[in-house]
């Protein structure tokens, strides 16, 4: 099937980059599907709720800018042409996926401070037998700053309650350094709660499990996240916007933004800057005057 895919975009008249690119975003688009639905998914099956689930796993977890996004909406809807061409597919699911804006993506929004108790008194509110556990992850979000994929990946080593100040270790990708992300007391009493009630299988030392007692996944958090918005009348809030709105109130706190690349774990300075929207200040922090 790849291989006719292949020779339908070169008859579309597409530069031979675009093809290879567009190969390689199918390719990674059929991995994920195969991960997340099942070894023996078939990409014909698919439909448009799929397409924005995946979207969202790019945004939120491979935290992918939305030009990457767009370039894997604009491959999958090639790809459905064809499909639907070669009469294997009755629609093109990818056409009822929106572009990702350039300017607005989902990491930039944020939240008011009224939205984020909005948010709180959602979990707070909540009859669901896993209200301790979700609210630990949402003052995890908030009060830490953790990307989804770091979250999930948290274990109960990783979580130091008893140091001269209580943090988190989190873990830098591969080769790349950790870094340690000081709590507030709020995220650390809602961690040991957490803790008390926690049920995990024997072995499984991740520090959020699901009720079968093995590690949440991404999905389960979105999931999750999705649920509590819906009742704060947030739809369409990403973990993104929770990370962002703990990177601004450390700026604010602290007008360092060295600090706020530090917790973070950006690697450059530069990365800070364009991700709190201060372009406008100099590499010191300082406003260019």
């Keep these: 099937m790849l291989e006719q895919f292949r020779a339908y975009l070169a008859g579309s008249a597409l530069a031979p980059a675009t093809i290879v690119n567009y190969l390689a975003d199918l390719r990674g688009f059929l991995r994920w599907s195969e991960t997340t639905k099942g070894a023996e998914c078939s990409p014909l099956s698919l439909e448009t709720a799929d397409i924005r689930e995946y979207c969202s796993?790019?945004?939120q977890t491979r935290n992918h800018t939305p030009a990457t996004v767009n370039r894997r909406i604009q491959a999958l809807r090639k790809f459905y042409d064809f499909t639907t061409a070669q009469g294997w597919t009755r629609a093109?699911?990818?056409?009822?996926?929106?572009?990702?804006?350039?300017?607005?993506?989902?990491?930039?929004?944020?939240l008011t401070p009224e939205e984020v108790s909005r948010l709180l008194a959602a979990v707070r509110n909540s009859y669901h037998r896993w209200v301790v556990r979700d609210w630990a992850i949402m003052q995890v979000l908030l009060g830490a700053g953790l990307k989804l994929g770091e979250l999930i990946?948290?274990?109960?080593?990783?979580?130091?309650?008893?140091?001269?100040?209580p943090h988190l270790s989190v873990q830098g990708k591969s080769g790349e350094p950790g870094r340690a992300v000081p709590l507030e007391a709020e995220v650390e009493v809602a961690l040991k709660r957490y803790l008390?009630?926690?049920?995990?299988?024997p072995?499984?030392?991740?520090?959020f499990v699901n009720r079968n007692g093995q590690p949440l996944s991404t999905r389960s958090i979105q999931r999750l996240l999705s649920r509590y918005?819906?009742?704060?009348?947030?739809?369409?809030?990403?973990?993104?916007a929770l990370r962002y709105v703990y990177a601004t109130k450390v700026y604010q706190d602290s007008g360092d933004l060295k600090a706020v690349a530090r917790l973070l774990g950006h690697r450059h300075l530069a990365t800070t800057v364009r991700y709190l929207g201060l372009e406008d200040q100099a590499p010191n922090g300082n406003k260019k005057g």
Excluded: C, I, M, W
Excluded at 156 to 165: A, K, N, Q, T, V
Excluded at 203 to 207: E, I, R, S, Y
């Design 57 to 59: 796993f790019l945004q």
């Design 92 to 110: 093109n699911p990818a056409e009822g996926v929106p572009l990702v804006g350039k300017t607005t993506s989902l990491r930039s929004k944020t």
């Design 153 to 165: 990946q948290l274990r109960l080593s990783d979580f130091h309650p008893d140091s001269d100040r």
């Design 196 to 201: 008390v009630v926690r049920r995990a299988v």
């Design 203 to 207: 072995g499984v030392d991740a520090l």
């Design 229 to 240: 918005a819906r009742a704060a009348g947030l739809n369409g809030l990403t973990t993104q």
